[in-house]
């Protein structure tokens, strides 16, 4: 029987390393546990609470990526017997791993990662050997499939404890795909997902997602922040619904779920991909009770001047309650919330710039 | 045999070593394929899926870029010194 649970874990992917803080589960005072893979970047941490392992992707800079675990949260780290590789003969090369999802509960040794160029990887042995997804790799529409500014990146997975052979990916600038068969077989989801630069502002696929947000006890709700919109589908992906309502923007990059309330959902807008910063130059998160709609301006505690740009898997909340909210800046600041986003506190302010923030409990 | 000076991070895969030795290979490739049986990973970080060498990646043969010659195909012979560097990128 698992013990119970009494940390919290941070995770923080950066340009320059992952960094572990940790916390009791007030979450007032944070430990810096570690600094690893120093110089290396790190666009995505993850921790497998079914096995104890943390998993990062890494880019050793000229020499490419890869992702590597460590069973004792970083100290020393394993590189896979057989990375996340495209088969020889389709031209392509994994430039970055966006990406590290655990599979569900009955499945210990699963893991997927999403990577650029756009593809789906599974393991089953816990990150030693990885299998590319084929009817990704060979999808029928593929040759059209175009890049957003970060790259065509697979940035998004679904997975879904009561429908385990359903999993749900979104890809920039291709949209969401659903599969109900593991992985055999993909269907774009991008009914109502608006697009600017298509004569066609609704095509079957081409939308440019940029987060996906879920909370796994719910898994047919799933917020979404794009390029052009904040939306919610209540029918995993059959029908999407624009929520951006009163927000200062529709244009941003992450997007996070509350643990507790499972219509509360949080964003952090910039002005449009125009200047991507910033509403004002003074950051915020915005939060909606309903599922999108009435959204609520949080911002107590942070800085009036604040140009923060926090990139798409840069914000993320914890499994306590009241909920923890937290987000890392380009500039290097880590900020977090014990309070659902109502009051927040610095935790870290000269990181290297951060790409990626997770949170679980240990 | 062909001595492989190595730079940066690829001696974290060596415990620091900056040379080591292969004892013959027929051409780059095969060279990069014995190193990663003695080193796990130095494959993955010289070649990409298509197991051509690093787009960012430069391997001299006696002080020949190896993309002037044959690039991973570039033929070897005892006594040949290599060199893998990263190209100079940045600032």
């Known amino acids: 029987m698992a013990g119970r ?42 921790y497998d609470g079914r096995s104890g392992t943390l998993m990062a992707a890494l880019t050793y ?75 990704m790799l060979n999808h029928k529409t593929r040759k059209k499939w175009q890049p957003g500014a970060g790259g065509m990146c697979l940035h ?35 009914k109502n997902l608006f697009v600017d630069y298509q004569p066609n502002h609704y095509p079957e696929y081409g939308q440019c997602v940029h987060r996906l947000a879920h909370n ?23 029908n999407w619904i624009d929520v951006r309502d009163n927000l200062p923007s529709r244009f941003g990059f992450p997007a996070a779920v509350d643990a507790n309330e499972r219509k509360r959902f949080y964003v952090a807008p910039l002005e449009g991909d125009f200047s991507r910063i910033p509403p004002g130059g003074h950051f915020a998160v915005w939060a909606s009770d309903k599922g999108g709609g009435d959204w609520v301006k949080l911002d107590r505690g942070l800085p009036e001047v604040s140009y923060y740009t926090v990139l798409r898997d840069a914000m993320t909340t914890d499994k306590e309650d009241p909920c923890g909210v937290y987000f890392g800046t380009e500039t290097g600041q880590l900020w977090g919330s014990r309070n659902q986003g109502n009051d927040w506190e610095r935790i870290s302010d000269a990181l290297p710039p951060v790409l990626s923030v997770s949170a679980y409990q240990m | 045999m062909i001595r492989v000076h190595l730079t940066g991070q690829l001696r974290d895969l060596t415990d620091g070593a900056a040379q080591v030795e292969v004892d013959s290979a027929e051409d780059l490739k095969g060279m990069v394929a014995k190193l990663d049986s003695r080193f796990p990973g130095m494959g993955q970080r010289i070649m990409d899926d298509q197991e051509k060498i690093r787009q960012h990646v430069n391997v001299f043969v006696n002080s020949e870029n190896s993309r002037e010659l044959q690039k991973e195909k570039t033929k070897l012979k005892d006594n040949d010194v290599v060199h893998i560097l990263p190209a100079v990128s940045g600032g």
């Open chain 1, 5 to 46: 649970r009494n940390k919290v874990l941070l995770l923080v992917g950066t340009k320059k390393g992952g960094f572990v803080f940790t916390s009791d589960t007030s979450r007032k005072k944070w430990k810096l546990e570690g600094h690893s893979n120093q110089g290396k970047e790190i666009p995505r941490m993850t």
């Open chain 1, 61 to 135: 800079g000229h020499w490419g990526p890869n992702v590597v675990r460590s069973k004792d949260l970083g100290k020393t780290w394993k590189e896979p017997k057989t990375p996340p590789k495209f088969p020889k003969g389709s031209g392509l090369s994994v430039e970055r791993i966006w990406q590290i999802e655990p599979g569900l509960g009955d499945e210990p040794g699963v893991v997927y990662a999403g990577v650029a160029p756009a593809c789906l990887f599974r393991s089953e042995d816990g990150g030693e050997h990885w299998t590319i997804n084929e009817a």
């Open chain 1, 156 to 190: 998004s997975i679904v997975l879904d404890e009561r429908r385990p052979k359903r999993i749900l990916i979104a890809i920039s600038a291709v949209g969401v795909m659903r599969s109900e068969d593991e992985g055999e077989t993909w269907k774009f989801q991008n």
């Open chain 1, 216 to 238: 796994p006890e719910a898994p047919d709700t799933i917020f979404m922040q794009s390029h052009f919109g904040v939306y919610r589908t209540d029918d995993a992906a059959e």
